[in-house]
């Protein structure tokens, strides 16, 4: 599957920004999702996660109960609904797709990745 991430842009302190993630080729269905970030000089890390179905969902604690995490299949398409957003924030995020029912927070379980989208958060 191949994905591609949108949405990013810059925003200030308390405001709110939604990512998508299209996907294309196979079926969007058969994949659980990710959404990952990574600034600078740090390592990627896990953001949020969604199931196939969309039934189950699970986040990183630095981002639960702001980040939102929706994916709509006839579209093929994954959402990340960020609010209340912090200069913390501050990454490229990735969205990942895994052929499994259930989502990880690992990246390593991920087999197909979009290019990044650049989000930045001023103070």
């Known amino acids: 599957v191949q994905l591609q991430a949108s949405g990013g842009g810059l925003r200030q302190a308390g405001d709110s920004l939604r990512l998508s993630c299209a996907a294309s080729?196979?079926?969007?269905?058969?994949?659980?999702m990710g959404w990952f970030r990574q600034a600078p000089g740090k390592e990627r890390e896990f953001v949020a996660y969604i199931g196939r179905s969309g039934a189950f969902t699970g986040y990183a604690v630095s981002v639960k109960g702001r980040f939102t995490i929706s994916r709509d299949n006839t579209k093929k398409t994954m959402y990340l609904q960020m609010n209340s957003l912090k200069p913390e924030d501050t990454a490229v995020y990735y969205c990942?797709?895994?052929?499994?029912?259930?989502?990880?927070?690992?990246?390593?379980?991920?087999?197909?990745w979009g290019q990044g989208t650049q989000v930045t958060v001023s103070s």
């Open positions: 080729g196979r079926t969007f269905s058969n994949y659980a």
């Open positions: 990942a797709a895994r052929n499994a029912y259930y989502g990880s927070t690992q990246p390593s379980d991920f087999g197909s």
